[in-house]
């Protein structure tokens, strides 16, 4: 089946520093990826969809230069936390699609960013 | 703006009780609609899909949920709760697209012994 593997599973970093999460396709090719972020006891809301060798496209009131999104190959999209703080401490998700927009996507096991 | 609507945020059943999760959404073209399943500190497991076709769509873990077009529902059932089941529980929908998705706020079920 396909997998999605994220990286790291978790993650402390101090404030003001960048965090990078990795977000791959084990077992195919993925020209488009999704980020959520779930706030604890909360639902997941979407970020941004990436696609592959182009920008990518925020949703309403997420910071791009905050939360830097590249999707460099078919198998591998990044988010970039820069300049941390406590409250973008979160759990972030990320899916990958395997095909046409009328499939589904896969989701990685996500990442826990603790911000101190 | 596209939304989905669980209305119970808490569900406590006990283990053996049958189970039926609700899930509402804004009616939109060709509606995909998915349940997931978390544990507490874990990435989602997928229960099961709509896409079209049946209107009754069996999933893991012994869940079904049934799509109805006309109240714009797409419930989970469980006819025999089991303690592992116990997690949060998230419907989620797709419009024009089955994988850029839109979550409902999620029902913690808590199984009794």
């Known amino acids: 089946g396909a997998v999605v593997s994220q990286h790291p599973s978790w993650v402390i970093c101090k404030s003001g520093t960048s965090v990078k999460i990795e977000c791959r396709s084990l077992?195919?090719?993925?020209?488009?990826m999704f980020w959520y972020r779930q706030f604890p006891k909360q639902s997941l809301m979407l970020m941004a969809t990436?696609?592959?060798?182009?920008?990518?496209?925020?949703e309403q009131g997420v910071e791009k230069d905050k939360f830097l999104i590249n999707h460099a190959s078919l198998t591998l999209s990044t988010l970039t936390v820069t300049s941390a703080h406590p409250e973008d401490s979160s759990f972030y998700i990320c899916?990958?699609?395997?095909?046409?927009?009328?499939?589904?996507?896969?989701f990685g096991q996500g990442t826990r960013l603790t911000v101190v | 703006a596209q939304s989905v609507t669980q209305p119970d945020i808490h569900i406590t059943v006990s283990e053996g009780a049958s189970l039926e999760l609700r899930c509402n959404y804004s009616?939109?073209?060709?509606?995909?609609l998915f349940w997931y399943v978390q544990s507490p500190g874990q990435g989602l497991q997928l229960l099961l899909k709509?896409?079209?076709?049946?209107?009754l769509v069996q999933g893991i873990k012994g869940f079904e949920a049934e799509f109805k077009r006309s109240q714009s529902s797409f419930n989970l059932r469980k006819p025999s709760v089991h303690w592992s089941d116990a997690a949060e529980y998230f419907c989620?929908?797709?419009?024009?697209?089955?994988?850029?998705?839109?979550f409902g706020t999620g029902t913690r079920l808590q199984v009794t012994l």
């Open positions: 709509y896409f079209s076709g049946d209107t």
């Open positions: 077992d195919f090719q993925a020209t488009t």
């Open positions: 899916s990958a699609r395997l095909g046409l927009m009328n499939t589904e996507a896969f």
């Open positions: 989620a929908k797709g419009t024009g697209t089955a994988s850029k998705l839109t």
């Open positions: 990436s696609n592959e060798g182009s920008k990518a496209t925020y």
């Open positions: 009616y939109g073209a060709t509606p995909y």
